[in-house]
């Protein structure tokens, strides 16, 4: 009688086919590369750049972006124009304003119109000289000189000019309407209107007198 062996029903296990091992899933984070998996709220802050031109770093901050639209036969067509300002933050500031149908190039031309108008102001080391009150339009703007470690007391579109100017301790207040670009107008026009001693006395023909500090008093030897 012949030997039956015992088989299993599927064949030799050693040839059956292994089931494959599937790649562990990947978060949310790190599908979506290098923005994270995590979302911001609320609209974007602009960014600044800094571009050196001729050794000295000038500093380019974008203030606003508006969009308009004009509705023609296809449909509607959009431009952008972006308020830019450019400084040095040693006393040279511009602003412009650049239109584009793309906002990258509203930004990119904008700065460039930036730094064809740069101005100087006159400042007294980090502060201004003394304080002024500005108007352009409907736009009010109250500068004032601080002490040294104040900081600059301002809003952000305020802050931009005053930033690339090089301001880093004043006392400001806007009074007036809120709109971007009258505002950085009239905080140019204040900073403008700026002037230090030097310049007064030299308008006027003149000479700034140098005042000794006072002596201190001689001992009196005591009579005995």
Do not use: C, W
């Not at 059956?16 to 911001?40: E, I, N």
């Not at 050196?52 to 901050?61: A, C, I, R």
């Not at 509705?71 to 400084?87: E, M, Y």
């Not at 009258?182 to 007198?209: D, F, M, P, W």
């Amino acid at each position: 009688m012949a030997e039956i062996e015992n088989k299993p029903v599927g064949g030799d296990p050693q040839q059956q086919p292994q089931p494959q091992q599937q790649p562990p899933p990947q978060s949310r984070g790190d599908s979506r590369g290098d923005r994270g998996g995590q979302r911001g709220r609320g609209r974007r802050k602009p960014e600044s750049d800094s571009f050196g031109k001729g050794g000295d770093e000038l500093v380019e901050k974008v203030v606003y972006i508006n969009r308009s639209s004009k509705v023609v036969k296809g449909g509607r067509r959009f431009s952008f124009s972006a308020l830019i300002v450019v400084g040095d933050k040693k006393g040279k500031v511009g602003i412009a304003l650049g239109k584009a149908s793309e906002v990258a190039d509203a930004i990119r031309r904008g700065g460039e119109l930036a730094r064809n108008k740069m101005v100087s102001v006159s400042l007294k080391d980090v502060t201004i000289p003394h304080e002024i009150y500005s108007t352009y339009g409907g736009a009010k703007i109250l500068l004032r000189p601080a002490s040294p470690g104040t900081g600059i007391i301002a809003g952000k579109t305020v802050r931009s000019v005053l930033e690339s100017a090089g301001v880093k301790d004043i006392l400001t207040k806007s009074l007036g309407s809120k709109n971007a670009a009258n505002v950085v107008k009239a905080t140019l026009k204040g900073l403008l209107s700026l002037r230090t001693r030097e310049q007064i006395y030299k308008s006027r023909g003149l000479e700034i007198r140098k005042v000794e500090a006072p002596k201190a008093p001689e001992a009196v030897p005591a009579i005995n």
